[in-house]
């Protein structure tokens, strides 16, 4: 099965995945959680139903997109409730209702979305665009302020293919799998494949600045994106007349990550590539984190690049492995999973192969890459069954450049373990490198633990010290999850506060009202400018 | 001799290059100009001097940068009046003072910069960055305002250079020469080449999106930049932490293209590469342009890239070729030039060979290739001899995706020639392929005729008549010159009003006097948003 055949998922509230595939605990791993102190929480709550739209408000709504398209019943209200991140799960469990929309809207086109957005504006009503629903930093729970989700599945065509340009124009809720899909039937594949890529949506890979498993070989999603077409309050920006420009500031790039909060972008043009003829995944091992970070890096900066390149450390190798047995004697060291598409891959396996083992890395076949790729959108699932038993689990990520990556590994880690030792319930902290660039690459934290009796605060606390670490180290805040509400502050800092300036004065223009995923990303303004 | 061994030249106002070593034209091209019509022009004008500083300003400035830092005699200020577009040449041989700054500053560090803004945005005083003084499209000539020009020849340092992430931190003022020398020195390379390299500098080339000759191997000036830091007259700005990041929009590239109107950028980092051991240009013949955009696009979208690619259509070809043996008996036809810069290049010009021989080409040797590189940087130094005699010569540049490169080189033409032929001045109309990407690739025309009694006006009429075919056949107004005032009404309609807005905002925040480059690339607001 490839990419291109993987069905649109129907994401459930508060578990990830297809609700069809559950994954369930081995017995090792429950025993291995009792000695983290783990034990079962109690039972989850359901929500209670508080709040709705005037009738007003509902009416104008009708009006604009018909009344099949808005839904005010509480089912489809809690099922667009937050995302999925272990807090949302968490405040998801306990039936807290306090980010939930007052209403869900379903409008059929990029005209219905400008039109919604001219009214909602007018009426002051926030909104916030909704599609795969997959954040896991807060990005879709605006605080303070009742709004309306805006879903964008209906808006769910291939609208164009140029072959010869090689550019496919997509609309924003068109589904990850559903995009590979129509694709596929044209011979073609964006190869963008993020661990979310059952859920994620096209305009949210693009609002995120999303990044997939094949970014060594494809790309992130922001270099795909060629042009864009986005519905403001104000009316509607166009963007992308040519790869790439002279004429100003590349604009396109303000638009990608702004999260929701300067408009909705309804269609992306975007290059598209053959679909690849063979696909190899393979497994190298290295004794240590150091010595496989040279390694890729190495193939970073002078090449050849796989299409996947990923680096597990000690922790990550020792704990997702199944069979020990697979780096060979049990002796320990790393595993980097080192994938390729395209025709033709065993050139450049061949070519990658001298260089990492010129590296000190020894080849272990395809048997660990099969493993990595047939389970590569497991992860999440496995967060559910271990919030069941009583376990926290959290992911976080960075980037920054090569010579600071074994210093931010070392502090994020470092702060970790005290915040949540500091709590009683030391925590096992998983780390691995899933791109790379040629000054740079990401670091992606695991942190498991044994949830106390306010495991949001005990997170929040643990968050704020790897926050803080990122910062020390000279990290970004986000290599691809984004900032939404939980790294709000920290990016503030990271851009500094001429930048966030200049960003609140672009969605005064766009947003008089503030109505676009208001808190989202911009901090509001603590005064106005001159 | 190398890209690193060519000395920076001290540009002379009014004429392009190495005052050392001038162009003139052979015997065989004066034939041809007459057969266009074109006749001597009158001798050119001398500058008068009309414009100072109040006393109080001068003292400001002298006290913040010191006496022999602040200059106000003619000669220095006539010889940072405007760029090099043959309009500024015209401007420049009429000597038309209109444009000349009120004074050059030379500040010496960033915090001299910062200084020099904040007080001048208190005093109201407007402010041209200048280092290569390169523009060609009207970046140095705010309209209606005193200005001095800030010369930013002093940052001249390579600060840092990171050998394990492969960046280096140069400052603003370092001529693309120097910065080869300097990084020579250390065995890296930045591989940006363009035609103006040996005038134009670092921080020119990012404020204004350079792309050199070498794109295809080392990509885009902004594709280089992966840190940078800007002083505004509201305080410093700086930005990059990682290669990439998910923090919020990229606002690296809303400063990369800003074109000194939302500050001044005073250092950059950038990606840098291990200078190459090889360096290879050859020459391949196409039956018709056509036929070799095909084959380039061939190799842009399926790989593999050499490092130079370019291709001339029929007219260039034919004019351009000293001999015209070299394209295989006479028989027409254009010329690509392919060049391959690294380790062990034989294997990928073996790789190219195939595509380009299965696409039509037909392998012309290393003699066109070699005379390419010898001449690249050399076409400039011919417009001003071509002017001494009457011609009128220019050149202007655009971008598309693929499948509109045809009809919109073709539209230019047309305009081109329609808009010249109407004024009696019917003209030769060259074009060429520099720059290629996936999805698309630039266009870059030359234009020569005889001048009119009123040559300013001449060109006018036909650069308005080219960019009005540029916006309808959908291309951008500018792949890598830029914007500045000569395409800024073009710019406007490209965006849309909602994008000017928002950049009027920015520039609200950032330089809430609008001292920057007043006039350059946003039109001044009409009204205030709300």
């Known amino acids: 099965m490839t990419e291109s055949d993987l069905p649109v998922v129907q994401l459930t509230p508060g578990r990830w995945g297809d609700p069809a595939h559950p994954l369930t605990l081995p017995p090792a791993a429950l025993q291995a959680l009792k000695h983290l102190g783990v034990r079962r929480p109690g039972a989850t709550t359901a929500p209670a139903d508080r709040s709705g739209l005037t009738e007003e408000v509902s009416g104008l709504l009708v009006e604009l997109l018909g009344g099949e398209y808005v839904k005010t019943d509480l089912e489809m209200r809690w099922g667009h409730t937050r995302g999925y991140s272990t807090t949302d799960l968490l405040r998801h469990r306990a039936g807290d209702t306090s980010d939930m929309p007052a209403a869900v809207v379903f409008p059929g086109s990029h005209d219905e979305v400008q039109a919604l957005l001219t009214s909602c504006s007018e009426h002051h009503l926030a909104v916030v665009p909704y599609a795969g629903g997959t954040s896991v930093v807060g990005g879709l729970a605006p605080k303070g302020t009742a709004f309306i989700a805006v879903d964008l599945r209906r808006l769910d065509r291939l609208v164009e293919v140029d072959e010869v340009s090689r550019t496919a124009t997509i609309e924003a809720g068109v589904r990850g799998t559903a995009a590979e899909a129509l694709l596929a039937e044209r011979g073609y594949t964006l190869g963008h494949f993020p661990q979310s890529y059952e859920g994620a949506s096209i305009g949210g890979y693009a609002a995120t600045r999303s990044s997939g498993q094949s970014s060594a070989g494809y790309g992130r999603f922001d270099q795909m994106v060629v042009g864009l077409t986005m519905a403001t309050p104000r009316g509607t920006i166009r963007l992308g007349r040519a790869p790439m420009s002279a004429a100003g500031p590349d604009l396109r790039q303000l638009v990608l990550g702004s999260e929701g909060t300067l408009g909705i972008i309804t269609s992306v043009v975007l290059r598209i590539r053959p679909r690849p003829v063979e696909r190899v995944f393979e497994g190298w091992r290295f004794g240590a984190f150091e010595e496989g970070l040279a390694a890729i890096r190495r193939l970073a900066q002078d090449g050849p690049l796989p299409t996947v390149l990923r680096l597990s450390d000690e922790v ?64 999440p699932y496995l967060r559910d069954p271990l919030l069941d038993e009583g376990a926290l689990v959290e992911t976080l990520e960075t980037a920054g450049f090569w010579s600071t990556l074994p210093a931010l590994k070392a502090k994020v880690t470092e702060a970790l373990v005290a915040a ?111």
């Open 316 to 379: 990550e190798t020792a704990i997702n492995l199944a069979d020990p047995d697979v780096l060979g004697g049990g002796s320990g060291g790393v595993l980097a999973i080192v994938g390729f598409e395209g025709e033709h891959t065993e050139v450049r396996r061949t070519e990658v192969g001298v260089v990492l083992r010129g590296a000190g890395g020894e080849a272990l076949g395809e048997g660990p890459g099969e493993t990595w790729r047939e389970g590569r959108y497991r992860a």
């Open 420 to 530: 949540l030792s500091e709590q009683g319930t030391p925590p096992i902290v998983l780390c691995h490198v899933s791109h790379v660039y040629e000054t740079g690459a990401s670091l992606y934290f695991t942190v498991i633990c044994a949830q106390t009796d306010e495991p949001i605060s005990q997170w929040q606390q643990a968050k704020t010290a790897a926050n803080a670490a990122i910062a020390a180290a000279g990290g970004t805040i986000s290599h691809h999850h984004g900032v939404g509400t939980d790294h709000r502050s920290a990016y503030a800092e990271e851009v500094g506060p001429l930048a966030i300036e200049a960003l609140q004065a672009v969605k005064r223009v766009l947003d008089p009202h503030n109505i676009l995923n208001p808190g989202i990303l911009i901090p509001p303004p603590t005064h106005q400018t001159p």
